[in-house]
Each structure stands twice: as structure tokens, then as C-alpha cells.
């Protein structure tokens, strides 16, 4: 079929089937246009997973990642850089933390948070206190300890044993956490938009509640903003816009635009429970990554970037809604900023993915989250012509698959 050295079938020969990807091989990217090895163009509304905060190939961040691999890529953490160092300064003056660990993805920013968290109420408490309240359907990475404390259990099965004293309840019921939360919770965690668990916004007054129950039992609010952080709901982080403040917080995703790199952010005195020794990772904060990073921040933490955000949002929803009246496929449109989702009625449950493929074949990279939500978390500088664009080949996607 193709008479590339490598294509979509060596996948199948040379890799762990853990992925099914789609059958293009994409080549190249530039903003929010992707090429495949045939040269067919994809506007691309998926981002790498809400990680192409800046689209592809940013020039600006090109120019952050080649001046820094000229000068220095890895020291390992018995040095400390210059580019890790001005990223925690960024990180900290723009944020309620005063300290920062560096790490290469979400799950491990949720490891480190998870750790973190037990061993603060260790020193405080004592050992008792060690339980860790989650929420159903809530996602946080790939390790043993962050797919017990996410909300689907598929992710455990066959991996058991798994680590102990993991609670899960339901989101946006603050009566059960209430029935749940006892002076034995070390940490309550949660996303602020539950991402892969169907793109669910936390209410404001669910936020203000587990904040005001985590102080009556000395329990850490941790926000997992690995997928909702760096600009993508129009504000620096979430937490900012619901007014509540987490004692820990993690990114990864958009905060390296496409460079590996996860952060956890806390307190200086819950961070003085990761003392000398407690925790550590080789690459973690390595200058690369961080230079690239230093970068994004830069450019996304801007009142004009993110106002732009809101408004980008709003074209997508009229698009959207223009869709629906035609179409009849959406319960709601939801989200925030450019994390949105797009719940399918009933009539067309389980055809995201049949939806994801034709508009694969309309030239237009998008996500589910779950077999009923269309999810979309497209670059946050993602210009209106590729919107307007995009959402025309949305458009003749869902007509094919509402006729099939
Ligand atoms: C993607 C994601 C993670 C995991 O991040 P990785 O970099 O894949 O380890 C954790 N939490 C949330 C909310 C995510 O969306």
C-alpha cells in the first residue's frame, strides 16, 4: 500500500499492542495543520491529547529547544540548571505554590502528589492517616498507584494486587465524600474537568465544599490539572477560576507543548515532607525540557492568549450547536475553554469512534473520551479560519455516520 521503509503495519510487527492507532502515519506538523506519509493534511482539533498547547512546531518554541540543545541537555539532579530554576520561579510567582518538583509525565506528577500527600500526614499525623479519596472515573496516569486511585477499575484489572487505602466516591456529590472523608483521609484528588472520564466540569460550590471539608479533617486537596492546566480553560490553571485553592497541584500535558515534562507544585511547608532522599527521578527537570517549557509558560500565561481562549470557545460551541440542530446527535455541548465536550444521545451511543473515523477521512484528527463524548482540546492559539475549517469537515463526518 505504501512504499514507506516503515508504515502502519510495522506497528503491528514491531510494537506492544497496548495502542490501536489510526491507519495514516503523520509526517509532519505546522500550527494547527498535521501531514501524513502520503501527504494528506489533517486539521488537528485533538492537540496531542491537550498537549500541543501552542500547536506544532511553535517557531518560537523551535528556537527555545535549539538554543538549549546547543548548551546543555542532562546533568541528572545531583546539579540544578538554569532552566528548571527560572521555570519554578515562573511556576510559583503565578500560582499559590512555593515549591516545585520536576518529572516527565502526569502519571508521575500524580505519583510524586500521592507520595507527597501520604507522607505529609505521616510526619503530621502519624500512620493511620493515610487514605486517599477519589473520585469515579476520574483518570490519573498509568502507574500502579495512579490507576488505583483513578475511577475505572478496568485499568486495574489483571494488575492486582494493588496498593491499599484508595476510596473512591462519586464527583459533584458532596454528600458522599462527606459519608467518605473521615480523620483517617490524608488526601482528597480530583480533576477539576474530569478529562478522559467524559470531559465533566467540577461545580464551583462541589470545589468550595471538599476544600472546606479537606480543613476540617487536616486532608490535602490535590488538583490533578494535568489535562485542565496551562491556559486550556482560559485561565493559567483552573483552580483559579472556581476560587479554590489546592495544597497540591499537578501539569504535565501542555505545560512542555509536546516536550515531555511533569510538574508538581505544593506549599513550602507541606514540601518539607519530601525531604533529602524521599523521592527523586534521573530526568526529572532536566534542561531541555524545561527550557522548552519556560518557553510555553511564557507565551500562554498572557491576559490577550488566554481572554482569546474564551472566545475561541465560543466558536466552537456555535459550531457545534449549528451541528446539532442540524443533526440531532448531542445531549450537551460542556466544558471550559478548549476542553470541551459533546455528549452523543442516546440513538448514536457508541459511535464516537465511528464518528473519530470518518472525520479521520474528512482530514480532521479528533478525540472521544469514552465511547459517547466527542472531545476536543485543539491548540489554544488555533487560528478561526482552521476552527471554521475543521468544524466543515465535522460537519460532513457526522453526516455520513447519521446516514450510514
Ligand atoms: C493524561 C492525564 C494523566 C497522565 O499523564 P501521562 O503524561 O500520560 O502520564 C494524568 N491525569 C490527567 C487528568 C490526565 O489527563
Redesign the pocket.
Known sequence: MSEHPVNRSTFDQVMVPNYAPQAMVPVRGEGSRVWDQEGKEYLDFAGG??VNALGHCHPALISALKKQSNALWHLSNIYTNEPALELAQELTNNTFAEKVFFCN??????EAAFKLARKYAYDNFGPKKNEIVSFYQ?????TLF?VTVGGQKKYCEGFEPVPGGVLHTTYNDLDALKAIISDNTCAVVL?PIQ??GGVIPADPEFMRGIRALCNQHNALLVL?????GMGRTGELFAYIGLGVTPDIL?S??SLGGGF?I?AMLTTSKVAESLGFGTHGSTYGGNPLACAVALEVIKIINDPKLLDNVGKKHDRFRKHLEAINSKYAIFTEVRGKGLLMGAELVEKYHGQGKDILAAAADEGLMMLVAGPNVLRFAPSLIIPDEDIDEGMARLERAVAKVVTA
Open positions: 491529547i491537550a509525565s502526569g502519571g508521575e506528577a500524580n476520574s483518570f490519573h496516569g498509568r495512579t480533576e478529562g478522559e490533578d490539572e494535568v489535562q485542565s499537578t504535565a500535558k515531555p511533569g
